[in-house]
């Protein structure tokens, strides 16, 4: 069964202090993981696609990278308006190009 | 601007009642998603459509209703079947039904029924 696992589920961190998320994905023939920012409240807000073991893609204190089980969410000196719900998704097999998502990390940034 | 749109934002019913939610995208995506979202859950399935005039159950269908009569708009009845209907309700698009792109998102509508 397709599944994502993300960890932690919660995350405090002090202004720049840097740390990663996972996510972890059982899925046959990947194609394709995302990245999403949530907002409370919000709909998500798509970040990042990443497709093959390896790959790195970066946008402001964000880098996403991926490998053939999971990837990570490093977040490189985090501000207080980075605190969000992150999000991680994969395309189902079993619907078409619908996404099955993790439960998603809270991220808390404190000055 | 081209984007998702749901309204309303907030809607409160009567257990009972069938409710639309309404979905309207102006970014000519093939695809259109519905998701529901109940607090410390990730997003899980409505229903999807991949082109007009036809659409898929997704993993929680039971209870809800959609059509897909123009590419712009999926609208989503929640009926009185549905068990347990109060939750956060997303509407998404992807440009392409051949690969996997990117979904984008509306901004949610808030569904509670008393």
């Known amino acids: 069964e397709d599944q994502v696992t993300q960890s932690p589920e919660a995350l405090r961190l002090q202004e720049g202090e840097s740390s990663s998320l996972n996510c972890s994905y059982t899925?046959?023939?990947?194609?394709?993981l995302f990245w999403y920012r949530q907002d409370p409240g919000k709909g998500p807000e798509f970040l990042f696609t990443?497709?093959?073991a390896g790959e790195e893609k970066e946008k402001e204190r964000l880098k996403a990278t991926l490998t053939k089980k999971e990837s990570f969410l490093h977040i490189t000196a985090p501000k207080p308006e980075d605190s969000a719900t992150y999000l991680c998704?994969?395309?189902?097999?079993?619907?078409?190009?619908?996404?099955?998502f993790g439960k998603g990390t809270t991220l808390s940034v404190s000055s | 601007d081209g984007g998702i749109t749901q309204s309303p934002k907030y809607l409160f019913r009567k257990e009972g009642q069938n409710v639309t939610l309404s979905c309207e995208q102006n970014?000519?995506?093939?695809?259109m998603y519905w998701y529901r979202q109940d607090p410390g859950q990730g997003l899980r399935l409505i229903y999807y459509?991949?082109?007009?005039?036809?659409?898929q159950k997704g993993d929680i269908a039971e209870g809800y209703s959609v059509s897909r009569e123009k590419k712009e708009s999926f609208p989503l009845t929640v009926t009185s079947a549905q068990k347990n209907p109060t939750a956060f309700y997303l509407c998404?698009?992807?440009?392409?039904?051949?690969?996997?792109?990117?979904?984008?998102f509306g901004p949610g509508t808030r569904l509670t029924v008393t």
């Open positions: 998404a698009s992807s440009r392409d039904t051949s690969s996997s792109y990117e979904q984008y």
């Open positions: 899925v046959s023939g990947l194609r394709g």
């Open positions: 990443l497709y093959s």
């Open positions: 998704a994969v395309p189902s097999n079993q619907a078409g190009t619908a996404l099955i």
């Open positions: 970014l000519n995506h093939d695809a």
């Open positions: 459509s991949q082109i007009v005039n036809d659409f």
